[in-house]
């Protein structure tokens, strides 16, 4: 048996055809079927952290035009928040050195 693993592009988005549209429009909560859903535990919320999310702030940055090229090859859109991405991440591993070098 073959298995395929599947992942869905966010940049094609499924189109709902007008029917669809009209059906989900006029659909109430109490239509809802929630019976796939299991409940959630009493403590589910309880190691809940509040996060703000980071701003983002326009800058003018210098990269070498092969890293461009690399971000932009599958898709122009969406490279500069792939960049992004890949920043955050290694800050957050830099972030994880210094405060295990702080507990030792």
Request: charged share 25%; no cysteine; hydrophobic share 30%.
């Amino acid at each position: 048996m073959t298995t395929v693993n599947y992942t869905p592009d966010p940049s094609k988005k499924t189109q709902l055809t007008e029917e669809q549209e009209a059906k989900l429009a006029n659909l109430s909560d109490e239509d809802i079927d929630y019976s796939d859903i299991p409940a959630l535990e009493d403590d589910f919320w309880n190691n809940a952290k509040f996060i703000t999310p980071d701003l983002t702030q326009p800058v003018t940055l210098r990269v070498k035009q092969s890293v461009l090229q690399y971000f932009q090859a599958n898709n122009k859109k969406g490279y500069q928040s792939r960049m992004n991405a890949v920043l955050e991440s290694y800050v957050l591993a830099q972030k994880n050195l210094e405060q295990n070098k702080q507990n030792s």
